[in-house]
């Protein structure tokens, strides 16, 4: 039920020995704007050394961190590299106080603009609602050009700063006005380094915005910087929309936000909820007719959903239905807000002026009659190919690539590596184990030929019972 994320399990915990650390002081705190408006408060440290590198600089997250640990500004501090890589700040040495320590408080102003600063009920961010801030325009840009969006080659972080600063770029799509003379004297620097010409980095720039002109859908949404929206997200929602414009009033993302309310309204008017009991049988009566009219509404929303090829239904004949999404709620709504709001009108607008239509990337309809038509997968292990070509192959074939086993998944597709626990789970949810050899055989239509993995060694434990040796079982 946790499932995965694109980059790393839910239901996994890794074993980490405990981080090298060195004593330090902080003695002031900063605040950085990001992209999204974002105020993250950064503790400025006595250099030290940790780790094999000089440590000056850590993020303190958001104000609820600071208040947390009760990290003061002049305070003795154990510093860290969590994971190995990331400085972070692990615990005050309370007992080191001279009371000359000041507490920090988030400042009612962006530091960058001079802008308001305001806090959702329901975030722990401070954001900077001016969305004409420099420091998210270069932000924006700088993200605009990032390898995983439009991969526009030479704009880096001293380029994008200048760019705003010098008013040649005040909006990420203002790059595409830009002409090679006003390139190739722009200058980059500032009068304590010095300055130089961008040079012969402007036709790269603009050969690479050519470029981008014809990337696909998901990498143009990516690009526009919505927050919730990554890379792995913007894949998902840009295989079930034909072009950017469809996303300002996508039935499809309204009905991934319906489905999320009816759950809601299912749960808060079901007659056997043991927390919401019915006062008397009348009530008991006026609810379970309603409950009964939103589970209707759910199967009709979230068949749709399956129709699409956005969602699964979970087999049986609960009630509620239940249907999980690949767009989750979150995603949906942060798209939506963002094409109805006026900046998102505004960048629709701009790109059909500019002649830039992103289209989804044109995927191979698998015929009915397919040989994996409908049928759903998960990888696992080391596979002797990258898992994103083999997830390629058996889309191709008319399959469902997964990211974690549930009761829909058909077959668990299990590499080298693979713990005991995940393919016991997989087979006592009904799930077929095969190996790579197995899955090319159901690829090219020869079931008769599909393995069974070899059986993966457990972690011995005193408490261990055998192992039940795997059965083939039949695949059509």
Known sequence: RLGSTAKSPRWARAFKYEPERAETRIWKITVQVGRTGVLTPVAELEPVLLAGSEIARATLHNADEIARKDIRVGDRVWVVKAGDVIPAIES???????????????????????????????????????PACPA?????????????????????????????????????LDLFTLTLPQLEAFRIGDETSG????GKNAQTALEALDAARALPLDRWLFATGIPN??????????????????????PLLHAVLRLAELYDEAAAVNP????NRPKDDAERDARQTRFNRVCGEIGVTGDQL??????????????????????????????????????????????????????????????????????????TGTLTQPRALIAEQIKAAGGIVQEAVTKQTRY?????????????????????????????????GKSSTVNEPDKPQPVKKAADKPTVPYQQQELF
């Open 92 to 130: 005050v040495l309370a007992e080191k106080r001279t009371g000359e320590e000041r507490a920090f408080t988030m400042p009612e102003t962006c530091p960058e603009c001079g802008g308001p600063v305001a806090r959702q009920t329901d975030e722990v961010a401070h954001r900077c609602i001016n």
């Open 229 to 250: 929206i990554g890379v792995t997200v913007a894949e998902q929602i840009a295989a079930s929309h034909a072009r950017f414009s469809d996303l300002a009033a996508s």
């Open 136 to 172: 998210q325009r270069v932000c924006r840009l700088q993200h605009f050009a990032s390898r995983d969006a439009l991969d526009i080659r030479a704009i880096g972080g001293k380029v994008a700063e200048a760019l705003v600063a010098q008013e040649l770029v005040q909006d990420p």
């Open 272 to 275: 056997r909820s043991t927390l």
């Open 306 to 379: 399956v129709a699409a090829g956005v969602a699964a239904k979970t087999p049986g004949s609960a009630l509620p239905p239940l249907y999980s999404s690949v767009i989750k709620t979150e995603a949906a709504r942060s798209v939506l807000a963002y094409f109805s709001s006026d900046y998102g009108q505004r960048y629709v607008a701009r790109l059909r002026e500019l002649g830039i239509d992103p289209q989804a990337k044109a995927r191979p309809q698998p015929a009915a009659d397919a040989p994996l038509a409908g049928v759903t997968f998960v990888l």
């Open 412 to 444: 668990l597709v299990a590499g080298e590596n693979v713990g005991a626990t995940k393919i016991s789970k997989a087979r006592s949810l009904g799930t077929t184990v095969i190996d790579e050899a197995g899955l090319l055989a159901l690829l090219a």
């Open 195 to 198: 300055t130089r010409r961008f």
